[in-house]
């Protein structure tokens, strides 16, 4: 057997499929008579939490602007005044019930928006309700029930 009879085929790598999608790959498929698959879908690359629904034309239709429920002011000032009176600063509230100090601003400023983990939390704290019908009235802590905030003993 000699070398001479011996043949090497050498091929190309198949192409990727992101070139088999490109303009150009389309363009000489189509040059070369191959039968070409478009298709254009609808949200593709979107992120499936957001794509839109039927209820867009009714969101549409709403006239009234809408915001978050916020904290009342007359409760920001309650927290505001207990929180004084106790000579507590925001931080010290903040850093007592495990929460960033912009919370308690947001807050005493009326632009928090109510979370009830965080207002028990205050409450407890600077011992006045702030929630139902007795706001602004001090919390009774049952005998033998001691006030534990943030840290589970």
Known sequence: MSD?????????????ASTMKS???VNAARRQGLQVDTQLKWGA???????ATKNTAKLDRETEELKHE????DVGKLIQQA??????SQKDLATKINE?????TDYEAGRGIPNNVIIGKIERVIGIKLRGKDVGKPITIPPGNPVSVGKKK
């Open 4 to 16: 001479w009879d011996t043949v090497t085929v050498l091929k190309k790598r198949a192409p990727k």
């Open 23 to 25: 303009e150009q790959a």
């Open 45 to 51: 690359s979107s992120n499936k939490q957001h794509v």
């Open 70 to 73: 916020t904290i009342s002011l």
């Open 83 to 88: 929180r004084q009176s106790k000579g507590l």
């Open 100 to 104: 960033k100090p912009q919370v308690i």
